[in-house]
């Protein structure tokens, strides 16, 4: 008798206080849903109901800690932190031994397996100085060719026709004026958009352009994490001592 298939449990955290995305976070990873992983969305109990500044993720961010451990605990085996801005991860690495992904370095180096240049299509200027704060930190200046926003809040992202027609012309800006050689949403509230506006880019430039989903880019790469068996470096995220 040969013996069981492993299955692997990932959960979903929206780093928002309202359920209302869940639905469509759950939709937005199921492209690159192995029929081996059975996953789960939450999302936490506090904060705000969405993130569009600074303070709304310094607010939500230890909740998500809070959340990051229960799921530990639960038995999950890695969690997507549906955030492009990765609100909560660095701390939840130093309170549990599964990994944790946020959105922005996985979209980063996604596009620059793809391109050597990628800009970031961001919600609102509220984001911009925060989002080009990641590309610092990941020492990717040279690679970036900049960030605007489509000035659509995180509560009208659910109209994806009216999303990708203010994503395009954003967009096309971005690779004819700055260079941008593909294009990374920065908001995981842009479900369905990425493959909508790289065909429409793609047209206008008569060549391929990458659009890339942060929710795919990051539950993809967070898979192949849980299969390897890897967690947080405890050289760089030291166990919380909880006092």
Excluded at 5 to 29: E, G, H, M, S, W
Excluded at 157 to 170: E, G, Q, R
Excluded at 181 to 189: F, N, R
Aim: aromatic content about 8%; charged content about 15%; hydrophobic content about 45%.
């Amino acid at each position: 008798m040969s013996a069981t298939a492993q299955r692997y449990r990932i959960a979903v955290i929206a780093p928002v206080n309202t359920a209302q995305f869940n639905d469509l976070l759950l939709k937005a990873v199921q492209p690159v849903l192995p029929p081996d992983v059975d996953v789960e969305v939450r999302n936490i109990a506090q904060g705000h109901d969405c993130i569009e500044s600074r303070t709304d993720w310094l607010h939500n961010g230890y909740p998500v800690v809070e959340l990051a451990r229960a799921l530990q605990q639960e038995g999950f085996d890695g969690i997507w932190l549906s955030d492009f801005d990765m609100c909560g991860v660095e701390a939840a690495r130093e309170c549990i031994d599964i990994p944790i992904i946020g959105g922005f370095p996985t979209s980063a180096f996604t596009a620059l397996g793809l391109s050597q240049r990628f800009g970031i299509l961001t919600i609102l200027p509220s984001t911009l100085a925060m989002q080009q704060g990641h590309v610092l930190t990941y020492g990717l200046q040279d690679n970036f060719a900049g960030i605007a926003p489509i000035d659509c809040p995180v509560d009208q992202l659910s109209n994806v026709d009216v999303v990708v027609a203010k994503s395009f012309p954003v967009a096309l800006k971005l690779i004819r004026e700055q260079g941008a050689q593909s294009i990374l949403l920065g908001c995981t509230g842009f479900v369905g958009v990425a493959e909508k506006l790289s065909v429409l880019l793609s047209e206008a430039l008569q060549g391929h352009v990458p659009v890339v989903d942060p929710n795919q880019a990051g539950f993809g790469y967070l898979v192949s994490l849980v299969r390897m068996g890897l967690r947080p470096s405890r050289l760089c995220y030291s166990a919380y001592d909880e006092r």
